[in-house]
């Protein structure tokens, strides 16, 4: 009884970690994000020719590229985590 509920515990707590760490990481890409809407209000806000806020927006066009790719590349590496995870605890008795 004790080793099932033991196992039980052992099997949630290596699914958690990886959702929990998903969690994490969408969280600093959204702090990405919002730092580079941050960064574009400041910088029209110092605009002052259209130039300058052409000039703005492209940099923050480019800053919110930066912060998609690099999500993109971290919930990929989550979802392998996971997989690899599930793929671990689900193994048959044969192996």
């Not at 033991?6 to 600093?28: E, H, R, V």
């Not at 702090?31 to 002052?48: F, H, S």
Request: charged share 25%; glycine share 2%.
């Amino acid at each position: 009884m004790k080793f099932t509920l033991a196992f039980g515990w052992f099997s949630l707590l290596m699914l958690w970690t990886p959702i929990y760490a998903q969690i994490i990481d969408q969280s600093l890409c959204v702090q990405c994000l919002t730092t580079a809407k941050a960064e574009l209000k400041k910088c029209l806000e110092a605009a002052i020719s259209q130039e300058d806020k052409k000039s703005c927006e492209e940099k923050q066009e480019t800053q919110a590229k930066t912060c998609e790719n690099e999500c993109k590349i971290e919930k990929a590496a989550e979802s392998a985590i996971i997989r690899e995870g599930l793929s671990t605890t689900h193994r048959t008795p044969s192996e």
